[in-house]
């Protein structure tokens, strides 16, 4: 997907304004770093004004305030809370509006008005949230939550890192996309791996214990960058043979591997949501061939580098691959050199 955004927001649940200073200080200039969230940690030990004020004498980057979670009263206290952050100077508020539509559209419109950026969640990272999981909240509701707020001009959302499946699920049933900025916690600790979200463009990780906690935070984000830029690998092919001496050579390309495929129709349902950077595609696969699959992922993602692979007896087939969308071929069997000619192309 061309024009992905990854960046990171470090949540800044500590009580110590001058570990916030520091911290501030020395990640202020970092690009990766998107803006700080703030949440009842500092605000209810120094009130937000001061912690706005704090920070902001460091950095220009945005603010964003998470009253974990706010949005669960009644739908008039919603104008009295948008007033609180308008007058403290955040910048952007997450809603968790799960007290129902009436709060939702109270507390996200006095948020509107106040001329403050919106971002809604409905679902957390931990299990045992959903009525699927064994929680309280209907996972209709969850839904419901996603797509009323997109339809109210909502374009900011929540998603737990922790759950890539049921994110993938609601950005379907919402009707989110590309426009749509995704905030994600469970980074670190938690677990979370970016990878499973290709299928998301605009992306932050909300990262807390794991930055707060390291010995340099500058250092640590940088690990973090390189992690979140490893070009991405999809592997399509019906013999596992195949399979393995490509995925044996994928540490001398620095490749992360985010998925396999034996035949085409898993094939496309893996790369609808991994959106990998690359992909090695075989042409002869039961269940769609590799000559469909290449013309729908071309469809999906005009930018994906498709590596069609074919038999020295069928050279003319990969030629037709370059036509469906693939970007290069090479011929089976291929040597180490050649996947690495192949590969050295779009790294």
Same mark, same amino acid.
């Given at each position: 997907?061309?024009?992905?955004?990854?960046?990171?927001?470090?949540?800044?649940?500590?009580?110590?304004l001058n570990q916030l200073?520091?911290? &501030? /200080?020395? +990640?202020? $200039?970092?690009?990766?770093? !998107?803006?700080?969230?703030?949440?009842? =940690?500092?605000?209810?030990?120094? *009130?937000?004004?001061?912690?706005?004020?704090? &920070? /902001?004498? +460091?950095? $220009?980057?945005?603010?964003? !305030?998470?009253?974990?979670?706010?949005? =669960?009263?009644?739908?008039?206290? *919603?104008?009295?809370?948008?007033?609180?952050?308008?007058?403290?100077?955040? $910048?952007?508020?997450?809603?968790?509006?799960?007290?129902?539509?009436? =709060?939702?559209?109270?507390?996200?419109?006095?948020?509107?008005?106040?001329?403050?950026?919106?971002?809604?969640?409905?679902?957390?990272?931990?299990?045992?949230?959903?009525?699927?999981?064994?929680?309280?909240?209907?996972?209709?509701?969850i839904s419901?939550?996603?797509?009323?707020?997109?339809?109210?001009?909502?374009?900011?959302?929540?998603?737990?890192?922790?759950?890539?499946?049921?994110?993938?699920?609601?950005?379907?049933?919402?009707?989110?996309?590309?426009?749509?900025?995704?905030?994600?916690?469970?980074?670190?600790?938690?677990?979370?791996?970016?990878?499973?979200?290709?299928?998301?463009?605009?992306?932050?990780?909300?990262?807390?214990?794991?930055?707060?906690?390291?010995?340099?935070?500058?250092?640590?984000?940088?690990?973090?960058?390189?992690?979140?830029?490893?070009?991405?690998?999809?592997?399509?092919?019906?013999?596992?043979?195949?399979?393995?001496?490509?995925?044996?050579?994928?540490?001398?390309?620095?490749?992360?591997?985010?998925?396999?495929?034996?035949?085409?129709?898993?094939?496309?349902?893996?790369?609808?949501?991994?959106?990998?950077?690359?992909?090695?595609?075989?042409?002869?696969?039961?269940?769609?061939?590799?000559?469909?699959?290449?013309?729908?992922?071309?469809?999906?993602?005009?930018?994906?580098?498709?590596?069609?692979?074919?038999?020295?007896?069928?050279?003319?087939?990969?030629?037709?691959?370059?036509?469906?969308?693939?970007?290069?071929?090479?011929?089976?069997?291929?040597?180490?050199?050649?996947?690495?000619?192949?590969?050295?192309?779009?790294?």
């Open positions: 997907m061309k024009g992905k955004i990854r960046k990171i927001i470090p949540a800044l649940d500590i009580t110590d200073k520091k911290l &501030i /200080k020395k +990640i202020a $200039d970092v690009d990766f770093v !998107y803006g700080y969230k703030v949440g009842f =940690t500092l605000g209810l030990t120094y *009130g937000l004004p001061k912690i706005v004020d704090t &920070i /902001k004498s +460091i950095s $220009d980057k945005p603010i964003i !305030y998470d009253h974990q979670k706010a949005a =669960t009263d009644i739908p008039d206290t *919603g104008k009295l809370f948008a007033k609180v952050m308008k007058d403290s100077g955040m $910048d952007e508020v997450i809603l968790f509006p799960q007290a129902g539509p009436a =709060t939702l559209e109270g507390w996200v419109k006095a948020l509107q008005d106040q001329h403050l950026k919106v971002i809604v969640g409905g679902i957390m990272t931990h299990p045992k949230f959903v009525v699927s999981e064994g929680g309280f909240i209907t996972d209709e509701s419901k939550i996603y797509s009323m707020s997109h339809s109210m001009g909502v374009h900011s959302f929540v998603v737990p890192l922790t759950k890539p499946d049921e994110t993938y699920n609601l950005y379907e049933q919402a009707k989110l996309d590309d426009k749509c900025v995704f905030y994600s916690p469970g980074f670190g600790k938690q677990g979370g791996d970016e990878a499973e979200f290709g299928f998301l463009k605009t992306h932050y990780l909300i990262i807390g214990r794991s930055l707060l906690e390291a010995d340099n935070p500058v250092e640590y984000i940088e690990l973090v960058r390189k992690k979140i830029a490893t070009k991405k690998l999809m592997i399509v092919d019906d013999s596992s043979i195949i399979r393995r001496i490509i995925k044996r050579h994928v540490d001398d390309y620095h490749l992360e591997i985010v998925g396999e495929a034996s035949n085409g129709e898993t094939a496309l349902e893996i790369f609808r949501r991994k959106r990998p950077d690359i992909v090695t595609m075989d042409i002869v696969m039961p269940r769609l061939d590799g000559l469909s699959v290449i013309r729908e992922m071309a469809k999906i993602d005009r930018d994906v580098k498709i590596i069609a692979v074919t038999s020295l007896a069928d050279k003319a087939t990969g030629i037709e691959a370059i036509k469906s969308g693939a970007k290069s071929f090479v011929i089976k069997p291929f040597s180490a050199d050649k996947l690495q000619m192949a590969f050295s192309k779009f790294i």
